[in-house]
């Protein structure tokens, strides 16, 4: 009895106690599961398959962890990355300080491709914030950088698999309804789903997954910062009133010329260019005086590219003088090149430099083509480009001189740059590739054209050049995609990016003026477009360039930005069995230890009052 009382002081003395720390433990570890389609090839063709994916977030270094089983592509490696850097963006958590682990598990080996980029992306988001999911909802979809939902494949194969999974809600890329079949019949999803008892849902970004999956609405609103934007405003005005001036002086010049030396043809040309040129002009300045600074500056600049070509043409007729033009344009570039390598790169500059780099590097690859079109013997297109180049290198000295002077600057290098950029790369990478198995061959290649530059630059160690072209190949690579039609979406992202940019940590406590100036830009000239693609493009600039400065801040200051974010609740349609498919293993285990100590105690208690009596 004696040592039954001694085991029983020792149980209670520890159990208790490793159950308490257990239960206060700070270490932050949430997880979830969720089953998403995916499709297998199998004797009779493809078919659905379902695959089981656990999401783990937890106290960490900012990695991103995958298991899987069959091994599958590259590509979902990529997705999970793109997915854990999307969830943390859009919840204001801290990605450096947490580790998420990918856990996927399936019966057969199912065909590549980041389809389930969505459903990675979603469940970190709940993991992140411990919510529950639904477990009637099933979706399929790439994820973009900018948390726009992508196009996938195996669209009715999936569907089928939601049916075997008795889900309620299906959730697909938005424009595409409409699928072929094996047979090369259309198929209306939306009906095919109602068929088998599902609502089909069209989705266009992973806010609206979450509204589906989780019934929580994430706010991630922030406030405009008056003070950046009025600096914005000072310093695009500067920019519009010198190339509106340049402009100007420029069409004075070009209607002075005798235009008696041109033949019929020619004349006829140059008075039509020269009247677009003139339209230009007259609008830049309508927008200038409308305060609409970076578009005005834009119609001045494209005005001054006519007026360049005008001239050039005008004066230069034969082979050698074409080719002296074309050697003091491409001069002028390299030396502009040089005056570029030789500025010192700090926190407040380094979007201008930026801005600088990458058009002064596009003025190059047009010179190598005006070279190209000359040796052809295209001698007019020769020109045509070279003007352009000559045009496009002035603006990135201007964007230069826009940058602030600054008495004490922190400076920074560009080397530090290097793995945000192969980030850059990889991601856009993974979108261009699959987006090509969806595009003409035609359109893929000016992206997959981008990426080849991107990693040329990068072993250059051209690192901010890299990012550039990373970020004009996934751009342009999801411009095209139907399911990017939701303007207003990336219209409210891209404000959202903004603001947050806009109240980095340098200009809310250090009284500073950091910028986001190329986002601002982009962001202006996209309000005031009308055509539906233009506007899609240049809002998905001004994202992917405002999420940039974030991104570039951080790299050198983890503390740039404010984490503490609320996640607002909001009700949808009501959906069956909102419960989470994760098993709290800890708290399980935290009650199996109370119950083994409450057993071991009344064991104990009951011998030694039946020894008593």
Not at 315 to 338: A, H, P, Q, T
Not at 363 to 379: F, H, K
Request: hydrophobic content about 35%; overall charge negative; glycine content about 4%.
């Amino acid at each position: 009895m004696k040592k039954l009382i001694i085991i029983f002081t020792i149980l209670m003395s520890i159990v208790p106690t490793f159950a308490f720390d257990l239960e206060n433990n700070t270490e932050f570890e949430n997880c979830v599961s969720i089953t998403a389609p995916a499709v297998s090839v199998t004797d009779e063709g493809y078919v659905g398959a379902a695959v089981d994916i656990d999401v783990k977030v937890s106290d960490g270094e900012g990695h991103a962890y995958m298991d899987t089983l069959p091994l599958t592509d590259i590509d979902m490696q990529g997705s999970a990355r793109i997915a854990s850097k999307v969830a943390f963006d859009i919840c204001g958590i801290d990605q450096e300080s947490h580790d998420v682990y990918y856990i996927i598990r399936s019966d057969v080996p199912t065909v590549g491709g980041p389809s389930a980029g969505a459903v990675l992306t979603v469940a970190t988001i709940a993991a992140i914030n411990n919510w529950t999911l639904n477990k009637n909802v099933m979706m399929t979809g790439m994820i973009g950088p900018d948390g726009t939902i992508g196009p996938v494949g195996g669209i009715i194969e999936k569907i089928n698999v939601g049916a075997e999974q008795n889900v309620d809600y299906f959730l697909i890329p938005y424009g595409q309804q409409y699928q072929i079949d094996e047979n090369n019949n259309s198929v209306d999803c939306i009906e095919y789903g109602q068929n088998l008892g599902i609502k089909v849902v069209e989705v266009s970004n992973i806010y609206d997954v979450v509204y589906y999956f989780t019934n929580n609405d994430i706010n991630t609103d922030y406030e405009k910062n008056p003070i950046i934007d009025g600096k914005y405003n000072e310093i695009m005005e500067k920019l519009s009133e010198v190339t509106l001036e340049n402009a100007k002086k420029s069409l004075e010049e070009t209607e002075k010329l005798d235009l008696s030396k041109l033949n019929s043809s020619e004349k006829e040309e140059f008075e039509e260019d020269l009247k677009t040129a003139s339209n230009l002009v007259y609008l830049g300045n309508e927008l200038h005086s409308n305060e609409k600074y970076y578009t005005a500056t834009s119609r001045s600049f494209n005005s001054l590219i006519i007026f360049e070509t005008l001239q050039s043409k005008y004066n230069y007729k034969d082979n050698e003088s074409i080719k002296n033009y074309l050697l003091g344009v491409n001069e002028s570039i390299s030396e502009k090149k040089g005056e570029l390598s030789n500025v010192t790169l700090t926190k407040h500059n380094i979007g201008y430099v930026f801005s600088a780099k990458s058009r002064v590097y596009e003025a190059s690859e047009l010179m190598d083509e005006a070279l190209y079109q000359y040796d052809e013997g295209n001698l007019s297109s020769a020109i045509e480009y070279a003007a352009y180049a000559k045009l496009r290198a002035e603006t990135g000295i201007w964007w230069l001189e826009l940058s602030p002077e600054e008495e004490n600057p922190e400076k920074i290098d560009e080397k530090d740059l290097k793995y945000l950029a192969r980030e850059y790369l990889d991601n856009s990478e993974i979108v261009v590739v699959y987006t090509s198995t969806v595009l003409s061959e035609e359109l893929a290649s000016y992206p997959m054209s981008q990426i080849d530059d991107s990693i040329d630059l990068y072993n250059k160690k051209e690192y901010l050049l890299s990012m550039s072209e990373s970020i004009d190949a996934y751009v342009y690579s999801t411009m095209f995609l139907e399911y990017t039609t939701d303007v207003d979406y990336l219209s409210n992202l891209a404000q959202k990016k903004i603001n947050k940019a806009e109240n980095c940590m340098l200009n809310t406590e250090n009284n500073s003026e950091y910028i986001p100036v190329s986002a601002l830009s982009y962001f202006e000239y996209a309000e005031n477009l009308d055509d539906k693609y233009s506007k899609i493009l240049y809002f998905k600039y001004s994202i992917a360039y405002a999420q940039m400065n974030m991104d570039v801040l951080k790299e050198f200051d983890s503390s740039a930005f404010n984490y503490e974010e609320e996640s607002a609740f909001c009700e949808i349609s009501k959906n069956s069995d909102n419960s989470n498919f994760g098993f709290d293993y800890k708290t399980c285990f935290i009650n199996i230890t109370y119950l083994i100590t409450g057993l071991l105690s009344g064991f104990l208690i009951g011998m030694w009052y039946r020894k008593n009596n």
